[in-house]
């Protein structure tokens, strides 16, 4: 079955210490999102990419990266962790950006930072 | 800037009842909503979709509504069970194409 997949599904980082999360996907959509998920909250979108074309929400903090190296993966990388990046991190992608297109979410990958 | 909000956080209502959860959104200006759900510790699953050219969607137990003119959507939930236990959440696409979130309804059925 086409799906989204994330790994690892739980990852224990210490403070401080960088951190990588994939996502790959075998839907072969032009767009990946990342999203941060904070206990009880909703979804707040990080970055995306179209393609290669990288684009970063405004408020996302610099410690946060990605990495898109061809249509299958994409990669969330903290740069250095604190106690507040604690949460589940999704991603999603999309045939298109455009109106009529739905996001397809993986399980999420849940962060602990010690 | 557009708002999505979710009431009641939380519900818990017993087996067998049919319910509805509410979203509304505070711009209009939307192309469509979309309800999913969340297990806990879990991804979303896309429940169902509604362009903004359309008033409703169903699939199987499940019916969401969309009034783009008073900002709202309801999604109901016909003969609960407690597999339908989780969080659902609504998200509206933006004129910018991002999705706008609601922070959810937690919902809860009692066997």
């Known amino acids: 079955d086409a799906m989204v997949i994330q790994n690892p599904r739980y990852q224990v980082t210490q403070f401080g210490k960088p951190v990588t999360l994939s996502c790959s996907q075998t839907l072969n959509h032009n767009v990946m999102y990342w999203y941060q998920q904070k206990s009880s909250q909703a979804p707040k979108l990080l970055f995306h990419?179209?393609?290669?074309?990288?684009?970063n929400e405004a408020d996302t903090p610099d410690n946060f990266q990605s990495r898109r190296p061809n249509t299958s993966f994409c990669f969330l990388d903290i740069r250095s962790p604190g106690l507040g990046d604690a949460a589940m991190y999704l991603c999603a992608t999309s045939l298109s950006s455009g109106v009529s297109y739905e996001q397809y979410f993986g399980p999420g990958t849940r962060l602990t930072v010690t | 800037k557009q708002e999505v909000t979710q009431i009641p956080a939380a519900l818990s209502v017993p087996e067998g009842e049919n319910l509805v959860l509410n979203c509304s959104f505070t711009d209009s200006a939307i192309y469509n909503l979309q309800w999913f759900r969340q297990d806990p510790g879990k991804g979303l699953t896309s429940l169902l979709l509604?362009?903004?050219s359309q008033r409703e969607q169903t699939s199987g137990r499940l019916n969401a509504s969309l009034d783009k003119s008073s900002g709202r959507s309801t999604l109901y939930i016909a003969a609960s069970q407690p597999g339908d236990s989780a969080t659902y959440l609504c998200a509206v696409k933006d004129s910018n194409y991002q999705l706008i979130w609601g922070a959810g309804t937690k919902l809860i059925i009692k066997p």
């Open positions: 990419y179209y393609d290669k074309d990288f684009n």
């Open positions: 509604i362009q903004s």
